[in-house]
C-alpha cells in the first residue's frame, strides 16, 4: 500500500490521490487505474508495473514508445484527428525520467488514462470487430513512414514461429522440468505436425517476398480502447511491441483473438470455433486502412497468419505450462493448458475453413 503511494508521488499527476485500483485484463504488465482530484475536476491515468521478466531493456522499451507516440501525434495532427485522445499520452516522473525505476529493480510508468472509454474482453458485434481493424490497419498506415531502425526490438524473434519452435517449444518438452508433457502429448503431437507451417512467414522474409514494416505485434481486441458513447475505436494502446514485423502479424492476431466464437480461455472446446462473419468484419476494416499497402503476397497469406499466429500462440501457452507458468500471468494451475488446448481448437476450425477464409479475402482484394 504505501510502496504504491510513493511510486505514484514520483509522478508529475494534477491534484490529489483519491484512490487506485488494479485495472485490465492484459497478461504481461500489472495495470493500475489512478483516481486524481484536481480542484472541481477529477483526472484519471494508468499506473503500470512494466514486466521486467519479459521485458528485459525497459530504456528501450519506453524510448520506443515516446518516439511513437509523439510521432503519431503529428500524423493524427496532420489527418484532422485528436492528438489528445488518439494516442497514448505517457506522463514523466518529477525527476523528469520516462520511467521510474525502485533500487529493487522494479519499473513503473504511467499515462493519462483516455476518458470516458472502454476495452473489450471479448468480440460482442461484428461492427466493433471492424472498428477494431480500421484501428489497427490505420496504426500501421500512420506509421509506414516511421524510421523503423530507430526502434529497439523489444523482444527479439517475437513473431519468428519457427525459432519459437525450435529454440523455446522443443526445449521444453524436452527439458519437461515440472512433469507435465505427459499430461499434453496430444498437444506436443499436434504443433510437430505443423512444424512446416511454422517457417512459412520467415521463409518469404529471407526470400525478400514480404517486407518488413513498423507494426504493432499485440494486436488483441481489448489493446483498442473504444469511445463509451459513441462506441467508436479511439486509440491503439499497449505498445511495448511495437517493432519491425510483419502486416500479417497484426492482421492473424487480431483475428486469433477477436474471431474465435469464444474466449481465449474457455474450457468448453465444443464452444470454440472461427467466426466466419467476424473474419469478414475485420478483413474489411483493416484492408479499408491498410490495403493498398500490402503487395500479392501478404494479400495471398492474410488467411493463412490467422491460423498461424494461432499455432504460435498455442504454442507459447503450452510452453509456459510445460515451463511452469513463467511467462504469462495465469489465474490458476491449469490456465495455460487450457489456453493452448482453445487455440489449437481454434487453428483446427480454421484449417477446415481455410478455403472460405481466403475466398472473403478475394472478395475485399479483388482477386
Ligand atoms: P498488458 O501488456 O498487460 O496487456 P496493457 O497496456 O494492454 O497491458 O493494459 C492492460 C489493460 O488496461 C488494457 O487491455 C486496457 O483494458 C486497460 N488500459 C490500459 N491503458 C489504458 C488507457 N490509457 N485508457 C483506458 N484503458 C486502458
Ligand atoms: C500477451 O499483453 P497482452 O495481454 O496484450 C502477449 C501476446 C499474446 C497474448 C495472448 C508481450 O498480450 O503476445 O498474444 O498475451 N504479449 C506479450 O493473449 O507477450
Ligand atoms: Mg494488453
Redesign the pocket.
Known amino acids: 500500500m504505501e510502496s504504491i503511494k510513493s511510486v505514484i508521488n514520483s509522478f508529475k499527476f494534477d491534484g490529489e490521490l483519491v484512490r487506485y485500483e488494479t485495472f485490465g ?5 500489472t495495470t493500475y487505474m489512478l483516481t486524481f482530484n484536481n480542484g472541481n475536476v477529477t483526472k484519471h491515468y494508468i499506473l503500470q508495473k512494466i ?1 521486467t521478466n ?2 528485459k531493456n525497459v530504456d528501450g522499451l519506453m524510448d520506443n514508445v515516446f518516439s511513437v507516440t509523439s510521432y503519431l501525434r503529428d500524423v493524427i495532427d496532420k489527418n484532422g484527428g485528436d492528438k489528445s485522445r488518439e494516442t497514448l499520452h505517457f506522463i514523466k516522473t518529477k525527476n523528469d525520467q520516462k520511467y521510474l525505476k525502485l533500487p529493487d529493480g522494479s519499473c513503473y510508468r504511467a499515462y493519462r488514462f483516455v476518458d470516458n472509454s472502454k476495452s473489450y474482453d471479448s468480440v460482442e458485434s461484428a461492427r466493433v470487430f471492424k472498428k477494431s481493424g480500421i484501428a489497427f490497419g490505420k496504426f500501421q498506415k500512420y506509421l509506414s513512414d516511421f524510421p523503423a531502425h530507430t526502434l529497439y526490438e523489444t ?1 527479439p524473434d ?1 513473431h519468428n514461429t519457427i525459432s519459437r519452435y525450435n529454440n523455446e517449444f522443443i526445449p521444453a518438452v524436452r527439458s519437461d522440468v515440472c512433469s507435465r508433457a505427459s499430461s499434453c502429448s496430444d498437444e506436443i503431437e499436434f504443433i510437430k505436425q505443423r512444424k512446416d507451417d511454422c517457417s512459412k512467414l520467415v521463409n518469404l522474409i529471407k526470400a525478400n517476398k514480404l517486407p518488413l514494416r513498423v507494426t504493432h ?2 494486436t ?1 481486441l ?2 483498442v480502447i473504444f469511445d463509451n458513447d459513441t462506441n467508436e475505436a479511439i486509440c491503439v494502446i ?1 505498445l ?2 511495437v517493432m519491425p514485423g510483419l502486416a500479417l502479424y497484426d492482421f492473424g ?1 487480431s483475428i ?2 477477436g474471431a474465435n466464437t469464444a474466449a ?1 480461455d474457455e474450457k468448453d472446446l465444443s464452444k470454440i470455433s472461427l467466426s466466419l462473419e467476424y473474419f469478414e468484419a475485420y478483413t474489411c476494416g483493416f484492408l479499408s486502412q491498410a490495403g493498398d499497402s500490402l503487395n500479392q503476397c501478404e494479400l495471398e497469406n492474410l488467411a493463412f497468419s490467422a491460423k498461424l ?1 494461432t499455432l504460435e ?1 498455442a504454442m ?2 503450452l510452453t509456459d505450462y510445460l515451463n511452469g507458468d513463467t ?2 500471468k495465469t489465474a490458476y494451475p491449469q490456465h495455460n493448458l487450457v ?1 493452448a488446448k482453445n487455440q489449437l481448437a481454434l487453428v483446427a476450425d480454421m484449417e477446415r475453413k481455410m478455403p472460405k477464409m481466403e475466398q472473403i479475402v478475394r472478395n475485399y482484394t479483388n482477386n
Do not use: L, P, Q
Request: net charge negative; glycine share 4%.
Open positions: 485484463s492484459g497478461h504481461i504488465n514486466n519479459v521485458f523482444i517475437f505485434n499485440d488483441k481489448n489493446n499497449d511495448d511491441t492476431d486469433r483473438f481465449e499466429m500462440c507459447r501457452f511467462y504469462f489456453r
